[in-house]
């Protein structure tokens, strides 16, 4: 990878720290967001009182330096989202995901992770189409967790406090005024949708995974930015806590196709996958010939 000319920023600086965003989260810096490196740090320079990327590497090697580590790592993570993000997805999930899953929970528990969660965009969405279809959950107990490596993205997501501009990012008005309350300039989700979600930080490298298995693992927009290794090991890691008839759905430019063999395309949703295993032996080889 290349970056950004020397100017007040060096190349070795920029190296050192990407090199620490890898080292902690997997993720590599593109070469768009290495241009930006700067801007997204200039926050964090000023808190500090550091005049450029340089004076923040040197900083980060001359001794132990947890927290403004920390504080690096976060301002480079990719935290973008939004409500409903890929429409279509959250319409496939509603009419054709989640009966499916219904009629396989003898049980009446539905558990759904959103892996890689950023601000909670995703996890709300969720829980205000499955509150929006109340009388068909009667009686079923929802469990949805929701992880990100970001503390302060996950400190938000906690929140439930978003901006005028976030919520009108995928948001109906109806939904706005439903399920969230005006407060000063931003909205904030109602303790009810609050209630439905638990927000942890949690890395996915990290040996303390969730416990149990999903009905619905979303893992959206996060594999983007890993190498090939990271990316089977985290769909590793997915299909661990994946039942037979669990769906796994993965970001709009994402595929499990060439990453290892733990999950394959779903025959019936469309960009959603299945954990290989679970398909009838031979089944595989009929899809592919289907095309
Ligand atoms: C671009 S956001 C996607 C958010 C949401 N899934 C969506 O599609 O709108 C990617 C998220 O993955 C998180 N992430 C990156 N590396 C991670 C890791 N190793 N473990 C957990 N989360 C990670 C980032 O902090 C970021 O919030």
Known sequence: MSYPPATSSSEG????????????????LSEARAWRMETALRPLLKIHGLSDIDDLAARLL??????????????????????????????MIHRQILPAI?????????????????????????????????????????????TDISGTAIKQARSGIFSQMDAQRGLAVGDLIKWFEPMGDNWRASPELRRMVQFRQDNLFDAHAPSGAYDLLLCRNVLLYFTPQRRKTVLALLARHAHDHSVLLLGAGETVI???????????????????????????????RAG
């Open 62 to 91: 001359g001794k132990g330096a947890p927290d403004l580590e920390r504080d690096v790592v976060d301002a480079l993570l990719n935290n973008e989202s939004s409500f409903f993000r890929d429409l279509q997805i959250f319409d």
């Open 258 to 288: 060439g990453q290892g063999d733990d999950f394959t395309a779903h025959p019936e949703f469309r960009g959603g996958y299945i954990r290989q295993a679970a398909l009838p032996h031979g089944a595989i080889g009929r899809l592919s």
């Open 102 to 146: 219904q009629a396989k929970r003898q049980d009446r528990l539905l558990r759904i992770w959103s892996a890689g969660c950023s601000t909670g965009q995703e996890a709300y969405s969720l829980a205000i189409r499955l509150r929006n279809d109340a009388d068909r959950w009667h009686g079923w107990r929802i469990e949805i967790l929701a």
């Open 13 to 28: 600086a920029a190296r050192i720290l990407s090199g620490l965003l890898e080292a902690r989260t997997g993720q590599i």
